[in-house]
């Protein structure tokens, strides 16, 4: 019997190099989201909220159609600000959790599969953590393990 799907669309990114600038939504996922991500418009915004120690952070970031193409990408000055404040490095990756209406839970895992900037004082918060990330991590190494296959 399959387990329930997440009604929530997700999709992840691996940090490569020129991040900073901008970051490259998958066309696959803006294909699925047309109604939004396929506006006669050149840019939209997006509201990207990660969780922190002091909570959860809201971060308005323009999301722009790259000149003929029909990829979009994060990008602007808001997206460097997120990149800067989340000390985002090459080699990690996003997660990135569609809410609806351009609104993404965004989950950062840095080197070591586990997820960036949460507390690490409180043991019990942290091993329910340690265990949803040896499921992620489990997961995504896996499907780098049949990317590379092919």
Known sequence: MATPRSHNPHFFKVLMQGF???????PAFANEQK???MSKHEKEIA???TRKINGDNLWKVEVSRRRDDDEWCFAGDNWSEFVKY???KL?????FEHTGDLIFNVFIYDHTFCEK???RTHTHTRRKLMISS???SSCLLFLFYCLKKF
């Open 117 to 119: 900037g949460l507390p």
């Open 91 to 95: 080699g990690e990756f996003l997660v």
């Open 35 to 37: 109604e939004l991500m």
């Open 86 to 88: 989340h000390d985002l």
């Open 47 to 49: 509201f990207l909220r």
């Open 134 to 136: 040896q499921l992620k």
């Open 20 to 26: 900073k600038q901008n970051l490259v939504v998958p």
